[in-house]
């Protein structure tokens, strides 16, 4: 069982930066890949940025590559998402999801992920 909370959303201007951060529970982090959806207000929820257990991998959606970083710290059992030159389409709320798998894989389908998180909101103003 994994207990996924994440923090850091907030109002902002377009153009501004803002870190989301993921903490998980347990011991068995870094057994986990994982990654960060949004949903957008009428719309379906989406893939934005995925990584590996161990961190060598990642992979982004088209609309946030070169603007968005995803990152994680085993040790502190916490993966991250730096977002750079956020724009109002980014506005949603994000969450961050883990999927079991011992092999450095990433994920970019929802139904691949075992354990979601409650979600922060982003809101990006022009």
């Known amino acids: 069982q994994v207990q996924l909370v994440e923090s850091g959303g907030g109002l902002v201007q377009a153009g501004d930066s803002l870190r989301l951060s993921c903490a998980a529970s347990g011991r068995t982090f870094s057994s986990y890949a994982m990654g960060w959806f949004r949903q957008a207000p009428g719309k379906e929820r989406e893939f934005v940025a995925a990584?590996?257990?161990?961190?060598?991998?990642?992979y982004y959606a088209d609309s946030v590559k070169g603007r968005f970083t995803i990152s994680r710290d085993n040790a502190k059992n916490t993966v991250y998402l730096q977002m750079n030159s956020l724009k109002p389409e980014d506005t949603a709320v994000y969450y961050c999801g883990a999927s079991y798998n011992s092999f450095n894989y990433v994920y970019i389908r929802g139904e691949q992920y075992d354990y979601w998180g409650q979600g922060t909101q982003v809101t990006v103003s022009s």
């Open positions: 990584i590996s257990w161990s961190g060598i991998n990642t």
